[in-house]
């Protein structure tokens, strides 16, 4: 094997064992866990891990573009009917829920954030057409929106990184969001 290709595999390689590392991490002790910890997990030294992300944000973008790009990619597999938008805003509230210590380190950030900013317009996009499709249905409230279910989404993140609600009550606030959604008339 050409040293250049190997070296190109080991790069991404590594990368990948730290966005893995790091989704471990911050799901055990927080997005403020340190950054060495994560290299541990990951076995590879600072030096590797710094060139790969320079800083904390730099991960963190890195996996909220992981977590969109996943996203995007169920909605558009997922046949848009007048139910699918059940089906992708699950999805949604299951990976907020794990992604929650990343979206609570996103909330401290400007509202003018651009990275942030844009991962809203994505997430509107995405939901945009199972939303408009169940509207027509009258399967969900008349006044839903996709700022809606983002906003329901933070709020199931702030729920699962609360110490005291608990696999229970991290429960019943996702079916209240999920029944909040449903045409009640």
Do not use: C, W
């Not at 007048?82 to 950030?109: C, K, N, V, W």
């Not at 906003?151 to 606030?173: D, H, K, Y």
């Amino acid at each position: 094997m050409d040293m250049a290709v190997k070296r190109r595999a080991d790069f991404a390689e590594n990368r990948l064992r730290i966005l893995s590392a790091a989704d471990e991490i911050f799901v055990e002790r927080g997005v403020g866990a340190p950054l060495d910890s994560i290299a541990q997990r990951a076995g590879v030294g600072r030096a590797t891990f710094f060139r790969h992300f320079p800083d904390r944000r730099a991960l963190i973008n890195e996996m909220l573009e992981l977590f969109l790009v996943k996203l995007e990619e169920a909605s558009a597999t997922l046949a848009v009917t007048d139910r699918s938008i059940f089906d992708i805003t699950g999805q949604l509230y299951d990976e907020m829920i794990h992604y929650a210590p990343i979206a609570d380190f996103l909330r401290a950030q400007s509202r003018e954030d651009p990275v942030l900013l844009q991962a809203i317009d994505r997430f509107h996009a995405l939901l945009r057409p199972h939303l408009v499709r169940a509207l027509e249905a009258k399967v969900v409230r008349s006044d839903l929106r996709e700022a809606d279910i983002v906003i329901f989404a933070v709020m199931l993140a702030a729920a699962a990184t609360t110490p005291n609600i608990g696999p229970e009550g991290r429960r019943a606030a996702y079916d209240l969001m999920l029944r909040g959604l449903h045409n009640q008339g």
